[in-house]
């Protein structure tokens, strides 16, 4: 599914109009805990999260994370939105919860990331 349809069914706006929407995301992590990302999210995949702090886009940058989506409306400082430019990763905002996202993209037919049975 292309990161512009994903706008779309989100009914979210992207920060930037420069970004490239035409991205393929197959599959979608939601979390607020970074080390969780760093742990289980794989490269590729779309981050969701509440989180708007640098260290996002730190963290997208390691795991070749090709998008992230900001819910409840936040919006990200400067800092943030500086280095998602300055490393090429587009990022969208909904005000819609992290719960309702990840719903709305998974009927959509988004593929949640495979963890490890324990």
Request: proline share 6%.
């Amino acid at each position: 599914m292309l990161l512009s349809e994903i706008v779309s069914i989100l009914d979210a706006e992207p920060l930037n109009e420069e970004m490239d929407l035409g991205i393929d995301i197959q599959s979608a992590f939601a979390s607020d805990l970074m080390s969780d990302v760093l742990a289980l999210a794989r490269p590729g995949v779309l981050m969701i999260t509440g989180l708007t702090n640098i260290q996002i886009m730190r963290t997208a940058s390691m795991i070749d994370i090709p998008a992230v989506v900001f819910v409840r409306g936040k919006k990200p400082p400067r800092e943030t939105i500086e280095l998602a430019g300055k490393l090429g990763i587009p990022f969208i905002i909904t005000y819609k919860t992290m719960f309702e996202t990840c719903g709305m993209l998974f009927q959509a037919g988004v593929k949640p990331i495979l963890c490890a049975k324990r």
